[in-house]
């Protein structure tokens, strides 16, 4: 299954508080992102214009969780919301009735500024479209036991 929003921002995250798993800083040497474009006090550099290969930078989370930031947007199961307020705190997928509603990307892309691929960033798309910067990751969970 996609992953929760809440899920997903934890495996990113990967007991961090700093804005990207590896610091305050991303550089186009740890992701993948429009790298005309800088963040805080980062350097400019490559623009790919294109995705790259899983475990392109070499840098895992502490969850060995790859390219958390950048590369592709990623799908989760959740329906926008522009806010939190009534938010569900259990960790569960926040969805209405409606099936055309906007989801939920989380990450960042290869195509968006740096800011795009914090931790926190998130974005939404119709569930219809199809871009080459948005992708998904899979949850494999296990069921519940009485």
Request: aromatic residues 14%; contains cysteine.
């Given at each position: 299954r996609l992953p929760t929003e809440a899920e997903w921002e934890y495996a990113c995250r990967s007991?961090?508080?700093?804005?990207?798993?590896f610091?305050?800083?991303?550089?186009?040497?740890?992701?993948?992102?429009?790298?005309?474009?800088?963040?805080?006090?980062?350097t400019k550099g490559e623009y790919r214009q294109a995705t790259t290969p899983v475990?392109?930078?070499g840098i895992a989370n502490a969850f060995g969780l790859s390219e958390m930031h950048g590369n592709v947007w990623e799908w989760c199961q959740d329906h926008y919301q522009s806010h939190y307020d009534s938010a569900l705190?259990?960790?569960?997928?926040?969805?209405n009735n409606n099936e055309q509603?906007?989801?939920?990307?989380?990450?960042?892309?290869?195509?968006?500024?740096?800011?795009?691929?914090?931790?926190?960033?998130r974005n939404f798309n119709s569930p219809?479209?199809?871009n080459s910067d948005v992708g998904f990751r899979v949850v494999c969970s296990a069921p519940r036991t009485l």
């Open positions: 007991q961090t508080t700093t804005p990207f798993h610091g305050n800083i991303v550089t186009p040497e740890l992701a993948n992102y429009d790298g005309r474009s800088v963040y805080a006090n980062g475990d392109h930078f705190t259990d960790g569960s997928a926040w969805v509603a906007n989801r939920v990307l989380r990450g960042g892309s290869w195509f968006y500024a740096p800011r795009n691929c914090r931790s926190a960033s219809d479209d199809r």
